[in-house]
């Protein structure tokens, strides 16, 4: 089935570096989300894409979306602990009619570890 | 209210017995959604409902998962005689159209 892929699974930084994750998926997406879930916490959502070649920026944080939307990356610039946390990205629109009720096919998660 | 409610919070069920788990989605948004996370932090998409309407259920192991949306009700989704493999947190999420969802604290299930 469709798949979205994601990398690194973990990414362990020093405080004050960057740190990048990037997701891809089989098929091209109608749109790509992304959320942050803190250890025992839920997904929060981030950001969403929905252009081809789309970048959007929020503080630190620079998301991407793929020419051909199918591949999209989330880059951090000097982390901070409060980074700390998984991020997945989800992608809408997979096999589904591109409507508001289809439901999210999220990669497996980038775990961001920062040693201080 | 402006968050998705989930309860309960913790539900410990034996093997075989039922476990029911209640969402109530933000109010005005017509798309709710069930997902299954795993030990591994995977997601597994469920269900979507349309307003009280099942969309998608491609996701749902329907032998033993259900789900409903009734008007003026909480959704629910209810697991029938629950496997050990069930145990994962149980997220809802709603949303207005398409785009972000806003996702309930979550269900966490342990079937012992």
């Known amino acids: 089935g469709q798949q979205v892929m994601q990398i690194p699974q973990y990414q362990h930084v020093q405080e004050g570096e960057d740190f990048t994750t990037y997701c891809n998926s089989s098929?091209?997406?109608?749109?790509i989300q992304w959320y942050k879930q803190r250890p025992g916490g839920h997904p929060v959502f981030l950001i969403q894409?929905?252009?081809?070649?789309e970048v959007k920026k929020q503080k630190r944080l620079t998301f991407q979306f793929g020419e051909a939307k199918k591949n999209s990356s989330l880059h951090i610039t000097a982390t901070q602990t409060t980074d700390v946390g998984t991020y997945f990205c989800a992608g809408g629109g997979i096999g589904g009619s591109g409507g508001g009720a289809d439901g999210l096919t999220f990669g497996k998660g980038t775990h961001l570890i920062i040693q201080p | 209210g402006e968050e998705v409610a989930q309860t309960p919070k913790h539900l410990v069920r034996g093997e075989g017995q039922k476990a029911k788990l209640y969402c109530a989605p933000i109010?005005?948004?017509?798309?709710v959604f069930w997902y299954q996370q795993v030990l591994k932090n995977e997601f597994k998409f469920l269900i979507s409902?349309?307003?009280?309407?099942?969309?998608?259920e491609t996701g749902m192991p329907k032998e033993r998962f259900s789900a409903k949306c009734l008007p003026n009700s909480p959704c629910s989704l209810e697991i029938q005689a629950t496997k050990l493999e069930d145990s994962a947190v149980y997220f809802c999420?709603?949303?207005?159209?398409?785009?972000?969802?806003?996702f309930g604290q979550g269900t966490r299930l342990t079937v012992v």
């Open positions: 409902f349309q307003n009280e309407n099942v969309f998608d």
């Open positions: 109010k005005g948004h017509s798309y």
């Open positions: 894409l929905v252009k081809s070649g």
């Open positions: 999420a709603s949303s207005q159209s398409t785009g972000r969802a806003f």
């Open positions: 098929t091209t997406l109608s749109n």
